[in-house]
């Protein structure tokens, strides 16, 4: 079980040094590697994702990720910002599927904007197409506007588009994790507008027919991000592209009041992964000691969950978790009067002796 770590940048690497700790709790044998990446490896080897840490991500049986970007980086060319290193690392890895579970903990009610009856119970999983649509579509870029009013300018331009063999790969993953679930499935496209999404919905259409048992709707995107905030427990699971699930994706984790708690993993075909926390490097935070590395540990989970195959110990650490919460422990991100305020490593050590209990 070959584990690259790849902390990143702001607040990465105080939240996987937690998450470092409760793997090594867990009595299992883990090879762990760290290696820069982001603006770390930008700082490191003048690139933001380095060779080594390329090598070493392909090398590993799953990455856990913690996040890239700081403002000091914020002014290089785009090929050498931090972005480019989790961008990179889902292109070269063949990381399609994107997982990212938005669930409200009841101890968390109260965290969320949303009136404690529309989001009590909250438990959607999106699933995101990762390494198509318009993020990697080419050509792209900056050219002389051919036509129309604005001839002879510049102008801004990108390509999206999904191959057939795309859209029922990830149409597959998120059908087979409906029917582990609630048995629903909502995809979500613009049909109405664009030639990608009505043939993005025809293949999720003719993919049904392999999974009868599960109900499919299909649903403008607009529409679900109204959906979303309106009644979002409607939702079972939900597919879409690369853009709408990035969009989709943030609404559906600050419907459960703090994105501090969520993990997500993205997987190749043979469920080799990359964990990461829904959230940012948070660079405004970082150093502080105050960020919230539960969606960081939960991401482990999800790594032993879906890549090792260790079910229970995946278990163990979401019941940890729970506990923690139950004990009234919270970052300042997820802090309510009444509760007990820690910082990083209290909630970090609050796990491990939660995991010993
Ligand atoms: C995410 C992020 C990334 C994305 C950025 C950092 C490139 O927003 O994982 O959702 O757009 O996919
Ligand atoms: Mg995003």
Request: aromatic fraction near 6%; charged fraction near 20%; include cysteine.
């Amino acid at each position: 079980m070959k584990i690259a770590i790849l902390p990143g940048d702001g607040i990465g690497p105080e939240i996987i040094d937690q998450a470092v700790k409760v793997l090594n709790v867990l009595g299992e044998s883990f090879e762990l590697e760290t290696a820069p990446v982001g603006g770390a490896g930008y700082a490191a080897h003048g690139h933001p994702l380095p060779e080594n840490t390329l090598a070493l991500a392909k090398a590993a049986d799953a990455v856990l990720f913690g996040a890239v970007g700081d403002y000091q980086y914020d002014k290089l060319e785009r090929a050498l910002r931090p972005e480019q290193a989790i961008l990179g690392l889902r292109k070269q890895l063949g990381l399609f599927g994107n997982l990212r579970p938005a669930i409200l903990y009841p101890e968390l009610a109260g965290a969320s904007t949303l009136k404690p009856e529309v989001v009590s119970g909250l438990d959607i999983l999106i699933v995101r197409e990762l390494t198509g649509d318009i993020y990697f579509g080419q050509p792209r870029g900056v050219r002389e506007c051919p036509d129309g009013p604005f001839q002879g300018q510049r102008e801004g331009y990108d390509t999206m588009r999904y191959a057939e063999g795309e859209i029922r790969r990830i149409a597959h993953v998120a059908f087979q994790a409906a029917q582990k679930r609630g048995k629903r499935l909502t995809s979500v496209d613009k049909a109405n507008v664009l030639e990608t999404f009505q043939f993005w919905k025809d293949i999720v259409t003719d993919v049904h027919q392999e999974y009868p048992d599960v109900a499919l709707e299909h649903m403008y995107v607009d529409n679900a991000a109204m959906q979303l905030v309106r009644a979002p427990k409607k939702f079972d699971v939900i597919v879409t592209g690369n853009m709408f699930g990035d969009i989709l994706s943030d609404c559906a984790a600050m419907l459960t009041g703090s994105i501090g708690m969520l993990p997500s993993a993205s997987l190749d075909a043979s469920n080799k992964g990359l964990y990461e926390p829904s959230h940012g490097s948070a660079p405004d935070i970082a150093g502080k000691g105050i960020a919230n590395p539960l969606a960081t540990i939960l991401s482990a989970a999800m790594m032993l969950r879906y890549t090792f195959d260790k079910t229970e110990q995946a278990d163990r650490i979401e019941t940890a978790v729970k506990s923690v919460l139950a004990q009234g422990l919270r970052t300042a991100d997820i802090f309510e009067p009444g509760t007990t305020r820690v910082g990083t490593e209290e909630m970090g050590n609050a796990v491990v002796k939660a995991l010993a209990a």
